[in-house]
T-cell receptor, first 111, second 112 residues
Framework: QKEVEQNSGPLSVPEGAIASLNCTYS??????FFWYRQYSGKSPELIMS????GDKEDGRFTAQLNKASQYVSLLIRDSQPSDSATYLC???????????FGSGTRLQVQP | NAGVTQTPKFRILKIGQSMTLQCAQD?????MYWYRQDPGMGLKLIYY???????DKGEVPNGYNVSRSTTEDFPLRLELAAPSQTSVYFC???????????FGNGTRLTVT
């Protein structure tokens, strides 16, 4: 079992809809989670960081963390075609000096 | 701030050649990382460093070497390039364990 798992997609949503991206993890010693967006041919860019249980909102993005159930999610409201990209979930776990990345979910927003 | 700077952006190597991928950061980050990303795949950690003089292997270190003589620089050395090393290489840095990673723009390497 991979330590950080994501559905590879593609996840297809119509423009203006809410896109829901999910990530599960297997290490209970979790400290921090990060969502990155990666456009084709580009480097990953940080969207959200979340450290404690609950929701964290930033503009159209909401990250949700549930440590008891070991999942973290990213909601994108009012999805735009420019949101079409691969979204990477990364976790920071106790005792590890490197983040553990999921393989990414490809999101397609249809105009 | 320039952030994380990688050079070169593109490179074509012949099998058996060697090269160094350069990475520099100006954010005074302690931790630096090298990842590779094959087409359509996720990031794989090659090597990382938690400070000058300290390096450690990631999940795919074979065929690569690193050094960290200063806080700012973390070069990745490829010896005897092989076609399997064709990939996009990303350097990244962060301040400490719970900090997010900041990525460079990547180096696209082709070995033929």
């Amino acid at each position: 079992q991979k330590e950080v798992e994501q559905n590879s997609g593609p996840l297809s949503v119509p423009e203006g809809a809410i896109a829901s991206l999910n990530c599960t993890y297997s290490d209970r010693g979790s400290q921090s989670f990060f969502w990155y967006r990666q456009y084709s041919g580009k480097s990953p860019e940080l969207i959200m960081s979340i450290y404690s249980n609950g929701d964290k909102e930033d503009g159209r993005f909401t990250a949700q963390l549930n440590k008891a159930s070991q999942y973290v999610s990213l909601l994108i409201r009012d999805s735009q075609p420019s949101d079409s990209a691969t979204y990477l979930c990364a976790g920071g776990f106790t005792g590890r000096r490197a983040l553990t990345f999921g393989s990414g979910t490809r999101l397609q927003v249809q105009p | 701030n320039a952030g994380v700077t990688q050079t070169p952006k593109f490179r074509i190597l012949k099998i058996g050649q060697s090269m160094t991928l350069q990475c520099a950061q100006d954010m005074n980050h302690n931790y630096m990382y090298w990842y590779r990303q094959d087409p359509g795949m996720g990031l794989k950690l090659i090597y990382y460093s938690v400070g000058a003089g300290i390096t450690d292997k990631g999940e795919v270190p074979n065929g690569y070497n690193v050094s960290r003589s200063t806080t700012e620089d973390f070069p990745l050395r490829l010896e005897l390039a092989a076609p399997s090393q064709t990939s996009v290489y990303f350097c990244a840095s962060r301040w400490e364990d719970d900090s997010p990673l900041h990525f460079g723009n990547g180096t696209r390497l082709t070995v033929t």
